[in-house]
């Protein structure tokens, strides 16, 4: 099962960004999203789909539509700056996207 | 507050073994399922496999299945890796996480990683 991201996007400070994930039949399961800062272990920032988890700030938030899981950062900042992976289930497996290295510029 | 920290990495040469340790403190080790995730230097992460909560359900990424075996040991509140067969693409940062729930759901906390280099 292949879960597709593009490999890098760039946003100004402020700006929205809005980072995809396409998979076959992903809205039939939940997506979960991942923030890794480089040199740091991953941290959950979304969980079934548009959940945030205690801490997370509430300018992340993600929605799932058809094909295309989409991960919004409102108002980024430069804090927000790190790789994002989204990842699904598929017959106990679990797939992670490949990643997508936002920078705030 | 949630701690994992793994234990035995290390450099092993191509066809060797390797046992991972993840120590876990702070919750309930036997109500969570864990994870092992792998990370590739400079790549992305790569699932490895699920134990849920009592050992019942245990699956595995295709690319492991049949040399990587999970296990864990709810008295001591540790999960294993055991690595056989050992080839160079397996050299990773392997990570220990713990599940949002006691069988699968999200992989809510993660370790610091341990590292494994398969190298002659």
């Known amino acids: 099962y292949e879960l597709t991201q593009s490999p890098s996007m760039s946003v100004s400070p402020g700006q929205t960004a809005k980072i995809t994930c396409s998979g076959d039949?992903?809205?039939?399961?939940?997506t979960y999203w991942y923030q890794q800062k480089p040199g740091q272990s991953p941290v959950l920032v979304i969980f079934q789909d548009k959940k945030r988890p205690s801490g997370i700030p509430e300018r992340f938030s993600a929605s799932t539509s058809g094909n295309t899981a989409t991960l919004t950062i409102s108002g980024t900042q430069s804090s927000d700056e790190a790789t994002y992976y989204c990842?699904?289930?598929?017959?106990?497996?679990?797939?992670f996207g490949g990643g997508t290295k936002l920078t705030v510029l | 507050q949630v701690h994992l920290v793994e234990s035995g990495g290390g450099v092993v040469q191509p066809g060797g073994s390797l046992r991972l340790s993840c120590a876990a403190s702070?919750?309930?080790?036997?109500?969570?399922?864990m994870h092992w995730v792998r990370q590739a230097p400079g790549r992305g992460l790569e699932w490895m496999a699920l134990?849920?909560?009592?050992?019942?359900?245990?699956f595995y990424a295709d690319s492991v299945k049949g040399r990587f075996t999970v296990s864990r040991d709810n008295s001591q509140n540790t999960v294993y890796l055991q690595m056989d067969s050992l080839k160079s693409d397996d050299s990773a940062l392997y990570y220990c996480a713990r599940d949002g729930s006691a069988t699968r759901s999200e992989i809510e906390h993660w370790g610091q990683g341990a590292l494994v280099t398969v190298s002659s």
């Open positions: 990842q699904a289930w598929r017959n106990n497996a679990a797939f």
């Open positions: 702070g919750f309930t080790f036997s109500a969570y399922a």
């Open positions: 039949r992903l809205e039939d399961v939940y």
């Open positions: 134990i849920s909560f009592d050992e019942r359900d245990i």
